[in-house]
DNA sequence: TATGAATGAGGATTCATTCAT
DNA sequence: CATGAATGAATCCTCATTCAT
């Protein structure tokens, strides 16, 4: 069940590869203006560079389109993550880099970020596991770096408190985008990753 | 700017009262199930006990109504917030009691605060801000109680200390309903709280 | 089985009556010439005198006006036949008269039912039946009529034949309108009445 | 007017030809599933056995195949019947004979000639003469076999009865094949061929 | 006030046909 | 000759909104 195949009715695979990305272009810089429900399939074509003939040749249905831009953005920041935390030792230094890292990568993407989160709960009952599945990906990413820690002693920490924390790690990296309208005109980003640091490894009453 | 009036043809207040309560109530176990978009002006009158016609003798547009339920809904989560947070007298102890009982309101809320964040975005940029500042209004409840804390000497921190953790508690909140999927089938209500106050309160290092 | 529904939203029966009626007015005068697939619904809707969103009160899906198009041409025909078929009292002399009255019906209605024989077959597996059973009915009257001249001892014939010979009356009836690009060009009704009649009593070999 | 040219792009009249009949019959398989309406070029392409873009090398329109469709039907027929009826010595025996093997090729071509009645009326003005002429043809087969009969003196009819008879033999061949879904149960082949002619030639009273 | 029939703009999807390779 | 990607007009159907009763 790793992919949900979209189906195409050109076979060029090179070609469907090429066109699904001026797609997912095209489409995530619309939902990301006026939502998945409010965009048409005609604007999507447009956008793309093609007809809504040919946006047709390459989805099923426009709930396709949904779908393949959500697989790209989670496909992205896997990637971009990916990189970077498989070469942590185990250390807590490592551990913070990852994060602000993390950060970083949930800062420059933002906006497609903040499209699936948004969008992906009109995915059909079909294609939702997909989805989450990825999002499950993400967390243990952090799990087996915060995992790493635990078996150099760095930290004493239970598996479920181990997956509780690589949720909130997760989830407050998403927080940067989501309440954008509050926090970026407050603070700047690094400013935001000190500060979560600073919390996240000492807790309220400081270190 | 506290409320955004929403037209109604109906004169008699009291009925324009009672008529969007059976509205919202209506509306917002329709959107739990379909969200916004999905979900039809004539399915919210019919859930809401009467026609079409009658539904928009009290609002102006469909968006009203989405306006009306997020509205609702904060006063609600407010509301409930409001009495327990007042009393607390700026100890870490009470804060914490602040906080889980938070959590417990988002726990019975879980839907409607669903509801709220997932469609919010649909509503114009003329309702946006409205819902937004009650949004502000809830960080700020909790930025009270935490000021006290640091007035009373239990607790050195910044003025963007304070802000920053405030939005952190909320949402931290909201995030025991967005990812129940993952978290409500690890942790139970008590175990998420006694996590997240141990977190909060003493970082991943622990006491 | 004896009627499909066909889903209507408007209530009012009475209405909903009338507004069909105006509707296989109007969609029988445009089958006739263009045929179901070639005709929209939006004209179907205009010749019916009224909005496309209107039609849509009235029906589910296009298919729905081909169902009660044929619906309404068979009662029309049965209607017709039925008072005078009833009333034959099993001499070869009334079966004779319900034969040319017949004839006479599917002269009227060489339109109406032209347009039932060609696009009957895009009704749905769904509703097929239940005009394959109207079509059973007719040709059941005249099995009755035929029998009862058997009975009188008119006519010896065993139960198949009875069968076989209404089926061939009920067809060369239709074959009136099928083949009218032939038939009516070289033949007046009543020649072809009399043809059928006395090729029918008397078989080529004539009396 | 014999045959209506249908345009090739392709030279090679030996290519042509066999492209078309690969064509033929994969639409006569589609069209007796879904009708002619109901089925893509795409799909005549596929079952024909090549691309798109071939199919409108040997065709211009849609409608081309439609008409090489039911030319090929009648001219297989044809084929059938005149092969039996040139031999026919006018005698009422061997025009016994005919009808029955006329009904017999009806049998076997049932679909063939259920698909074409059915769709032929899709046929543009164009082209629907050409196909008209071949059941004019159709009955002068019969026309002339029972017009030997006449000058043979075994039977005693005039022009228009003579006419008027060749019409009906047609119909009822065909009536075999159109009403399948009521005299196949209860009628075998041979059966219906003897009711035919025992109707045809003594009428309802019998010999 | 309440009702529900009427409206028609708008949206997703299909498919015959073309044309560059 | 053969291919199949591209096109966009055409079509079915939905649904927010209005208004006469």
Redesign the interface.
Known sequence: MNKREVHASVKDERLVIKRRNQMIKGAVSLFKEK?F?RTTTREIAKASGFSIGTLYEYIRTKEDVLYLVCDSIYDQVRDRLQKDLDQTEGTLESLKLGIANYFKVMDEMQDEVLVMY?EA??LSKDALPYV?KK??EM?SMFEDVIRRCVENGE???TD??V???A??IV??GQ?WG??R???QK??SLD??IE?QTE?????????
């Not at 919390?199 to 270190?207: A, D, E, P, S």
């Open positions: 939502g429900h948004q709960k009109s989450l999002e499950f967390v930290l004493a920490l479920k408190q997956e509780f924390i949720h909130s989830v407050q927080m989501f309440r309208w509050a926090l407050v603070y400013e935001y500060l919390l996240l490894f000492n807790g309220i009453r400081g270190g």
